[in-house]
């Protein structure tokens, strides 16, 4: 089992190219399955049947586990089950007809326009890293980027004349994103007086350094952000996929059509963006007095 497993998180690495996160969940997932199965003195994954996976939801629903998790676990699971299939080590998998918990339906956490505009002023831009800072902060909000993608980011993959830059996401899945003036002109900042401070005599075709003038960690981007929510008086747990909320709400608040969001996000499929068509109340009033035939009368009232 442990051989096959060890050939799965190498696929996962090498063929299917996914994020060391994601390769970090399923690397703890599968290792917390496989500690069920050795309880249950289970030692093939032949022997996994519908039976062994109800069993093993149900230690998950009695310890506590949310759905979000369990669902998580069960799709690590299932992707081991069809690299199995497909390796011919097994002939059919038992997760196939597996369902996952129906989940609660959450709308995403964002910021306000208010919000991100104290977000983004709070660095000190007379220091290398907080001009550094300011420009991840603009480029996270101007361009929707997965934390991944961002400190993956090279300097060769910036055109600041275009205000584009060519990511490679989710599969190694190229797409191209966009970037307004502040986000430009912060990294533009950036790239003369930060980023060759931070450098100093090393070499390194990474877009964000961290102070040694190596490539920027996901999590002290973190941390980047948790500093400045607090400066900024935020009372709100701020992480990097927040701000990709907040891009998409706000593109979509703006009137930004759904189909050109998806692609800016690269979102495989349109149901994955459709979870951003809430709207504020702010924006929720302001469609009510302009669209509803007693809105004028009304609005007064509100």
Same mark, same amino acid.
């Given at each position: 089992?442990?051989?096959?497993?060890? =050939?799965?998180? %190498?696929?996962?690495?090498?063929?299917?190219?996914?994020?060391?996160?994601?390769?970090?969940?399923?690397?703890?997932?599968?290792?917390? /399955? /496989?500690?069920?199965?050795?309880?249950?003195? *289970?030692?093939?994954? =032949?022997?996994?049947?519908?039976?062994?996976?109800?069993?093993? @939801?149900?230690?998950?629903?009695?310890?506590? *586990?949310?759905?979000?998790? $369990?669902?998580?676990?069960?799709?690590? *699971?299932?992707? /081991?089950?069809?690299?199995?299939?497909?390796?011919?080590? *097994?002939?059919?998998?038992?997760? &196939?007809?597996? /369902?996952?918990?129906?989940?609660?339906?959450?709308?995403?956490?964002?910021?306000?326009?208010?919000?991100?505009?104290?977000?983004?002023?709070?660095?000190?831009?007379?220091?290398?890293?907080?001009?550094?800072?300011?420009?991840? @902060?603009?480029?996270?909000?101007?361009?929707?980027?997965?934390?991944?993608?961002?400190? %993956?980011?090279?300097?060769?993959?910036?055109?600041?004349?275009?205000?584009?830059?060519?990511?490679?996401? =989710?599969?190694?899945?190229?797409?191209?994103?966009?970037?307004?003036?502040?986000?430009?002109?912060?990294?533009?900042?950036?790239?003369?007086?930060?980023?060759?401070?931070?450098?100093?005599?090393?070499?390194?075709?990474?877009?964000?350094?961290?102070?040694?003038?190596?490539?920027?960690?996901?999590?002290?981007?973190?941390?980047?952000?948790?500093?400045?929510? %607090?400066? &900024?008086? $935020?009372?709100?747990?701020?992480?990097?996929?927040?701000?990709?909320?907040?891009?998409?709400?706000?593109?979509?608040?703006?009137?930004?059509?759904?189909?050109?969001?998806?692609?800016?996000?690269?979102?495989? %499929? @349109?149901?994955?963006?459709?979870?951003?068509?809430?709207?504020?109340?702010?924006?929720?009033?302001? $469609?009510?007095?302009?669209?509803?035939?007693? &809105?004028?009368?009304?609005? =007064?009232?509100?």
């Amino acid at each position: 089992m442990q051989e096959v497993f060890n =050939k799965y998180i %190498n696929y996962l690495e090498v063929e299917r190219n996914v994020s060391p996160y994601t390769v970090r969940n399923y690397t703890t997932d599968l290792l917390g /399955f /496989f500690q069920f199965l050795r309880t249950k003195e *289970i030692g093939s994954l =032949k022997e996994v049947d519908r039976l062994v996976l109800r069993n093993y @939801l149900s230690q998950l629903m009695e310890q506590g *586990i949310v759905k979000a998790s $369990i669902a998580r676990k069960l799709s690590s *699971i299932r992707s /081991f089950y069809r690299y199995l299939v497909r390796e011919e080590i *097994i002939s059919t998998s038992p997760v &196939a007809t597996t /369902f996952s918990p129906k989940l609660d339906k959450r709308l995403p956490s964002f910021l306000t326009i208010e919000q991100m505009k104290r977000l983004l002023e709070a660095p000190d831009l007379a220091t290398p890293q907080g001009q550094r800072d300011r420009a991840l @902060l603009e480029l996270l909000y101007a361009s929707g980027l997965r934390v991944s993608e961002l400190v %993956n980011l090279n300097v060769e993959q910036i055109n600041l004349d275009s205000r584009e830059i060519r990511v490679w996401g =989710k599969g190694s899945k190229e797409r191209m994103v966009l970037m307004g003036e502040p986000a430009t002109k912060a990294l533009g900042a950036y790239f003369r007086q930060g980023r060759p401070q931070l450098l100093a005599k090393k070499r390194s075709s990474a877009l964000f350094l961290n102070r040694y003038g190596g490539r920027l960690p996901e999590r002290r981007v973190q941390r980047i952000l948790e500093k400045y929510a %607090n400066i &900024a008086g $935020i009372d709100k747990g701020v992480h990097p996929h927040m701000l990709r909320h907040t891009f998409a709400t706000h593109l979509l608040d703006g009137g930004a059509d759904l189909r050109v969001v998806q692609e800016l996000l690269g979102h495989a %499929n @349109l149901s994955s963006t459709q979870i951003y068509t809430h709207v504020t109340k702010s924006q929720a009033k302001k $469609i009510y007095l302009s669209a509803h035939p007693m &809105a004028q009368e009304k609005g =007064k009232k509100l």
